[in-house]
Protein backbone atom coordinates (compact mmCIF):
# COMPACT_ATOMS: atom_id res chain seq x y z
CA UNK A 1 0.00 0.00 0.00
CA UNK A 2 1.15 3.23 -0.98
CA UNK A 3 2.14 5.07 2.46
CA UNK A 4 3.28 8.59 0.94
CA UNK A 5 0.87 10.89 2.98
CA UNK A 6 -2.23 12.78 1.55
CA UNK A 7 -2.10 16.13 1.38
CA UNK A 8 -4.20 19.00 0.26
CA UNK A 9 -2.41 19.03 -2.80
CA UNK A 10 -2.84 15.47 -3.78
CA UNK A 11 -6.50 16.15 -2.97
CA UNK A 12 -6.82 18.82 -5.61
CA UNK A 13 -4.23 16.91 -7.92
CA UNK A 14 -6.92 13.99 -7.51
CA UNK A 15 -9.76 16.15 -8.88
CA UNK A 16 -7.87 17.56 -11.60
CA UNK A 17 -7.01 13.94 -12.96
CA UNK A 18 -10.57 12.64 -12.08
CA UNK A 19 -9.12 10.54 -9.38
CA UNK A 20 -12.73 9.83 -7.09
CA UNK A 21 -11.24 10.80 -3.51
CA UNK A 22 -12.85 8.10 -0.42
CA UNK A 23 -13.25 9.86 2.98
CA UNK A 24 -14.65 8.47 6.05
CA UNK A 25 -16.28 10.16 9.61
CA UNK A 26 -14.20 8.15 12.66
CA UNK A 27 -13.13 8.94 15.93
CA UNK A 28 -11.06 6.40 17.23
CA UNK A 29 -7.68 4.32 17.08
CA UNK A 30 -8.48 0.92 15.76
CA UNK A 31 -10.99 1.91 13.43
CA UNK A 32 -9.27 5.26 11.72
CA UNK A 33 -5.83 2.15 11.84
CA UNK A 34 -8.04 -0.16 9.26
CA UNK A 35 -9.22 3.03 7.45
CA UNK A 36 -5.81 4.18 6.69
CA UNK A 37 -4.05 0.41 5.86
CA UNK A 38 -6.91 0.01 3.32
CA UNK A 39 -5.95 3.16 1.58
CA UNK A 40 -8.91 5.55 2.46
CA UNK A 41 -7.92 9.51 1.13
CA UNK A 42 -9.14 11.33 4.11
CA UNK A 43 -10.45 10.37 7.69
CA UNK A 44 -12.99 13.23 9.28
CA UNK A 45 -13.83 13.50 13.02
CA UNK A 46 -16.78 14.72 12.65
CA UNK A 47 -18.47 16.41 14.83
CA UNK A 48 -21.26 13.53 14.30
CA UNK A 49 -18.92 11.93 17.26
CA UNK A 50 -21.61 13.62 19.42
CA UNK A 51 -24.53 11.52 18.14
CA UNK A 52 -22.79 8.21 16.87
CA UNK A 53 -20.31 7.56 19.94
CA UNK A 54 -21.24 9.68 22.73
CA UNK A 55 -24.87 9.23 22.83
CA UNK A 56 -25.90 12.66 22.65
CA UNK A 57 -29.46 13.66 20.59
CA UNK A 58 -27.80 15.41 18.03
CA UNK A 59 -24.65 17.24 16.90
CA UNK A 60 -24.35 20.72 19.26
CA UNK A 61 -23.53 18.68 22.42
CA UNK A 62 -20.34 18.20 22.07
CA UNK A 63 -17.31 20.05 22.79
CA UNK A 64 -14.13 21.18 21.77
CA UNK A 65 -12.33 19.05 24.80
CA UNK A 66 -14.42 15.81 23.60
CA UNK A 67 -14.00 16.45 19.55
CA UNK A 68 -9.60 16.51 20.72
CA UNK A 69 -9.58 13.65 22.44
CA UNK A 70 -10.78 11.91 19.54
CA UNK A 71 -9.14 13.52 17.01
CA UNK A 72 -5.78 12.80 18.97
CA UNK A 73 -6.63 8.89 18.52
CA UNK A 74 -7.46 9.17 15.39
CA UNK A 75 -4.11 11.28 14.02
CA UNK A 76 -2.20 8.64 16.52
CA UNK A 77 -3.47 6.27 13.74
CA UNK A 78 -3.04 7.40 10.27
CA UNK A 79 -0.21 7.26 8.46
CA UNK A 80 -1.26 8.28 5.10
CA UNK A 81 -4.75 9.20 5.03
CA UNK A 82 -5.24 13.02 5.69
CA UNK A 83 -7.09 14.00 9.18
CA UNK A 84 -9.34 16.67 9.38
CA UNK A 85 -11.10 17.91 12.58
CA UNK A 86 -14.47 18.88 12.41
CA UNK A 87 -15.16 22.44 14.61
CA UNK A 88 -18.16 21.70 16.90
CA UNK A 89 -20.76 24.02 17.44
CA UNK A 90 -19.72 27.29 18.94
CA UNK A 91 -16.28 26.94 18.89
CA UNK A 92 -16.24 29.52 15.65
CA UNK A 93 -19.31 31.06 15.31
CA UNK A 94 -18.84 33.55 18.67
CA UNK A 95 -15.75 35.44 17.44
CA UNK A 96 -12.59 35.28 15.03
CA UNK A 97 -10.70 34.74 17.77
CA UNK A 98 -12.69 31.54 19.13
CA UNK A 99 -12.32 30.47 15.16
CA UNK A 100 -8.88 30.70 15.07
CA UNK A 101 -7.62 29.52 18.70
CA UNK A 102 -10.22 26.60 18.43
CA UNK A 103 -8.80 25.64 14.64
CA UNK A 104 -5.24 26.01 15.95
CA UNK A 105 -5.94 23.28 18.81
CA UNK A 106 -7.36 20.55 16.26
CA UNK A 107 -3.98 21.05 14.71
CA UNK A 108 -1.68 21.71 17.90
CA UNK A 109 -3.24 19.39 20.49
CA UNK A 110 -4.74 17.15 18.26
CA UNK A 111 -2.77 16.17 15.72
CA UNK A 112 -5.18 17.13 12.88
CA UNK A 113 -4.09 18.98 9.55
CA UNK A 114 -7.26 20.43 8.86
CA UNK A 115 -10.32 21.72 9.77
CA UNK A 116 -14.04 21.48 8.62
CA UNK A 117 -16.37 24.39 9.39
CA UNK A 118 -19.87 24.37 8.25
CA UNK A 119 -21.53 27.36 7.07
CA UNK A 120 -21.14 29.54 3.85
CA UNK A 121 -20.87 33.46 3.88
CA UNK A 122 -22.30 33.71 7.23
CA UNK A 123 -18.88 32.56 8.76
CA UNK A 124 -16.92 33.62 6.11
CA UNK A 125 -14.43 35.74 8.48
CA UNK A 126 -13.69 33.14 10.80
CA UNK A 127 -13.17 30.92 7.66
CA UNK A 128 -11.08 34.05 6.34
CA UNK A 129 -9.41 34.32 9.90
CA UNK A 130 -8.48 30.23 10.10
CA UNK A 131 -6.56 30.44 6.70
CA UNK A 132 -4.60 33.76 7.46
CA UNK A 133 -2.90 31.67 10.13
CA UNK A 134 -2.24 29.06 7.58
CA UNK A 135 -4.97 26.37 8.92
CA UNK A 136 -6.11 24.35 5.93
CA UNK A 137 -10.13 24.90 5.87
CA UNK A 138 -12.67 22.23 4.30
CA UNK A 139 -16.26 24.05 3.69
CA UNK A 140 -19.19 22.81 4.56
CA UNK A 141 -22.91 23.10 2.24
CA UNK A 142 -26.25 22.31 2.35
CA UNK A 143 -27.55 20.84 5.17
CA UNK A 144 -25.19 21.65 7.89
CA UNK A 145 -26.79 20.13 10.98
CA UNK A 146 -25.79 22.36 13.18
CA UNK A 147 -28.05 24.55 11.96
CA UNK A 148 -30.48 22.08 12.29
CA UNK A 149 -32.86 24.24 14.27
CA UNK A 150 -33.06 27.30 11.74
CA UNK A 151 -33.61 24.42 8.72
CA UNK A 152 -36.30 23.13 10.87
CA UNK A 153 -35.21 19.28 10.43
CA UNK A 154 -33.03 17.25 8.36
CA UNK A 155 -34.42 18.20 5.06
CA UNK A 156 -32.74 17.84 1.49
CA UNK A 157 -31.98 21.28 0.75
CA UNK A 158 -31.97 23.38 -2.08
CA UNK A 159 -34.37 21.40 -4.00
CA UNK A 160 -35.43 25.23 -5.00
CA UNK A 161 -33.65 27.45 -7.37
CA UNK A 162 -33.41 30.26 -4.84
CA UNK A 163 -32.22 27.79 -1.63
CA UNK A 164 -30.08 26.05 -4.73
CA UNK A 165 -28.66 29.72 -5.68
CA UNK A 166 -27.80 30.65 -1.99
CA UNK A 167 -25.93 27.16 -1.34
CA UNK A 168 -23.93 27.45 -4.88
CA UNK A 169 -22.44 31.03 -4.15
CA UNK A 170 -21.66 30.22 -0.39
CA UNK A 171 -19.87 26.99 -2.69
CA UNK A 172 -18.24 29.81 -4.75
CA UNK A 173 -17.35 32.50 -1.78
CA UNK A 174 -15.39 29.69 0.53
CA UNK A 175 -13.68 28.43 -3.03
CA UNK A 176 -12.88 32.58 -3.03
CA UNK A 177 -11.47 32.84 0.61
CA UNK A 178 -9.28 29.56 0.04
CA UNK A 179 -10.93 26.29 1.60
CA UNK A 180 -9.25 23.21 -0.15
CA UNK A 181 -12.71 21.02 -0.05
CA UNK A 182 -16.14 21.59 0.06
CA UNK A 183 -18.46 18.81 1.91
CA UNK A 184 -21.69 18.77 -0.12
CA UNK A 185 -24.58 17.72 2.50
CA UNK A 186 -28.06 16.78 1.52
CA UNK A 187 -28.51 18.37 -1.51
CA UNK A 188 -29.85 17.44 -5.17
CA UNK A 189 -27.88 15.27 -7.79
CA UNK A 190 -27.80 17.88 -10.36
CA UNK A 191 -26.77 20.97 -7.90
CA UNK A 192 -23.91 18.89 -6.24
CA UNK A 193 -23.03 17.94 -10.32
CA UNK A 194 -23.32 21.91 -11.24
CA UNK A 195 -21.12 23.07 -8.09
CA UNK A 196 -18.49 20.20 -8.42
CA UNK A 197 -17.97 21.79 -12.16
CA UNK A 198 -18.12 25.36 -10.65
CA UNK A 199 -15.45 24.89 -8.65
CA UNK A 200 -11.71 23.85 -8.77
CA UNK A 201 -11.34 22.65 -5.25
CA UNK A 202 -12.67 18.84 -5.02
CA UNK A 203 -16.28 18.25 -3.66
CA UNK A 204 -17.23 15.48 -1.20
CA UNK A 205 -20.89 14.50 -1.34
CA UNK A 206 -22.63 12.77 1.39
CA UNK A 207 -26.18 12.56 0.23
CA UNK A 208 -25.49 14.40 -2.97
CA UNK A 209 -25.26 12.04 -5.73
CA UNK A 210 -22.76 10.69 -7.52
CA UNK A 211 -21.35 13.27 -9.48
CA UNK A 212 -18.82 14.88 -6.69
CA UNK A 213 -15.22 14.26 -6.72
CA UNK A 214 -15.23 11.96 -3.67
CA UNK A 215 -17.79 10.81 -1.14
CA UNK A 216 -17.91 10.70 2.63
CA UNK A 217 -20.12 8.59 4.96
CA UNK A 218 -20.27 8.06 8.86
CA UNK A 219 -18.05 4.56 9.69
CA UNK A 220 -20.53 3.56 11.62
CA UNK A 221 -24.04 3.75 8.90
CA UNK A 222 -21.56 1.92 6.71
CA UNK A 223 -21.17 -1.26 8.76
CA UNK A 224 -24.92 -1.35 10.32
CA UNK A 225 -23.55 0.21 13.55
CA UNK A 226 -26.45 2.65 13.75
CA UNK A 227 -29.54 1.00 14.13
CA UNK A 228 -32.48 0.28 12.34
CA UNK A 229 -33.09 3.59 10.74
CA UNK A 230 -30.32 5.37 8.45
CA UNK A 231 -30.95 8.15 6.43
CA UNK A 232 -32.00 6.83 2.09
CA UNK A 233 -28.24 8.10 1.00
CA UNK A 234 -26.50 5.37 3.67
CA UNK A 235 -25.88 2.22 1.84
CA UNK A 236 -24.56 -0.44 4.86
CA UNK A 237 -21.28 -2.33 3.23
CA UNK A 238 -21.96 -4.66 6.57
CA UNK A 239 -24.54 -5.49 9.21
CA UNK A 240 -21.89 -5.36 12.32
CA UNK A 241 -24.72 -5.21 15.10
CA UNK A 242 -26.41 -8.72 14.39
CA UNK A 243 -22.62 -10.34 14.54
CA UNK A 244 -21.94 -8.24 17.60
CA UNK A 245 -25.09 -8.95 19.88
CA UNK A 246 -24.64 -12.69 18.61
CA UNK A 247 -21.10 -12.84 19.79
CA UNK A 248 -21.88 -11.05 23.14
CA UNK A 249 -24.71 -13.24 23.88
CA UNK A 250 -22.28 -16.32 23.58
CA UNK A 251 -20.03 -14.69 25.79
CA UNK A 252 -22.92 -14.62 28.40
CA UNK A 253 -24.01 -18.29 28.34
CA UNK A 254 -20.10 -19.37 27.97
CA UNK A 255 -19.86 -17.60 31.23
CA UNK A 256 -23.19 -18.44 32.74
CA UNK A 257 -22.71 -22.21 31.76
CA UNK A 258 -19.08 -22.15 32.99
CA UNK A 259 -17.53 -22.82 29.73
CA UNK A 260 -15.62 -19.94 29.26
CA UNK A 261 -12.54 -19.80 30.71
CA UNK A 262 -11.46 -23.39 29.81
CA UNK A 263 -7.54 -24.27 30.82
CA UNK A 264 -7.33 -23.47 26.78
CA UNK A 265 -7.47 -19.63 28.19
CA UNK A 266 -6.03 -19.80 31.19
CA UNK A 267 -1.71 -19.70 32.18
CA UNK A 268 -0.43 -22.61 34.34
CA UNK A 269 2.14 -22.80 37.28
CA UNK A 270 4.75 -24.98 37.05
CA UNK A 271 4.39 -27.80 38.93
CA UNK A 272 7.05 -27.38 41.34
CA UNK A 273 6.64 -24.34 42.21
CA UNK A 274 3.05 -24.86 43.43
CA UNK A 275 4.18 -27.96 45.27
CA UNK A 276 6.00 -25.31 47.13
CA UNK A 277 3.29 -22.82 47.48
CA UNK A 278 1.14 -25.56 49.10
CA UNK A 279 3.63 -26.85 51.53
CA UNK A 280 5.29 -23.38 52.98
CA UNK A 281 1.44 -22.64 53.17
CA UNK A 282 0.88 -25.38 55.05
CA UNK A 283 3.99 -25.04 57.27
CA UNK A 284 2.44 -21.82 58.60
CA UNK A 285 -0.82 -22.24 59.30
O1 LIG B 1 -19.81 15.13 11.33
C1 LIG B 1 -19.80 14.47 10.29
O2 LIG B 1 -19.71 13.25 10.30
C2 LIG B 1 -19.89 15.20 9.04
C3 LIG B 1 -19.87 14.45 7.76
C4 LIG B 1 -20.77 13.34 7.61
C5 LIG B 1 -19.77 15.30 6.56
O3 LIG B 1 -19.92 16.38 9.05
Not at 67 to 82: D, E, G, I, N, Q
Not at 200 to 213: F, L
Amino acid sequence: MEKTKVTTAILREMKARGERIAMLAAYDYPTARMIDEVGIDAILVGDSLSNVVLGYPNTLAVTMEEMLHHTKAVARAARRAFVIGDMPFLSYQASVEDAVRNAGRFLKEGGAEAVKVEGGRSVLDKIEAILMVGIPVMGHVGLTPQWIHQFGGFKVRGKSEATARMILEDAKELERAGVFSLVLECIPWQLAKFITESVEVPTIGIGAGPYCDGQVLVLHDLLGLSGQRVPKFVKRYAKLEGTIANALTSFKRDVKAGRFPTLEHSYEMPAEELRRLVKKSKRRR
